[in-house]
């Protein structure tokens, strides 16, 4: 079983920046993958950036070039670097690993962006 602990949101004036970091324990030889998530008011959750254990690295459009996404070699911590932040960033976001076919999520962590 693993279990993720988030933290680092926060509020932040629109172009600021804010890191966000996922510290995850248990089983953690047996994830896959590890990423960021997030959902706004209204809408559904959406992916923001994933790297899997090979390194490979996806990102939302909406996002690319200003975010960035990074882990440990232990797998144990992935963090979520986020740059020139728009109003629109506003949101829940959570950590999330794969093990297998299973997703396991964080408890999120908001981030306000202020114009």
């Known amino acids: 079983q693993v279990r993720l602990v988030e933290s680092g949101g926060g509020l932040v004036q629109a172009g600021g920046s804010l890191r966000l970091s996922c510290f995850a324990s248990?089983?953690?030889?047996?994830?896959?993958?590890m990423g960021w998530h997030r959902q706004a008011p209204g809408k559904q959750r959406e992916s923001v950036a994933v790297?899997?254990?090979?390194?490979?690295?996806n990102y939302a459009d909406s996002v690319k070039d200003r975010f960035s996404i990074s882990r440990d070699n232990t797998k144990s911590t992935v963090w979520l670097q986020m740059n020139s932040l728009k109003p629109e960033d506003t949101a829940v976001y959570y950590c999330?690993?794969?093990?297998?076919?299973?997703?396991?999520w964080g408890q999120g962590t908001q981030v306000t962006v202020s114009s």
């Open positions: 999330n690993v794969r093990v297998g076919g299973i997703s396991i």
């Open positions: 248990g089983s953690i030889g047996d994830i896959t993958s």
């Open positions: 790297i899997t254990i090979g390194r490979t690295i």
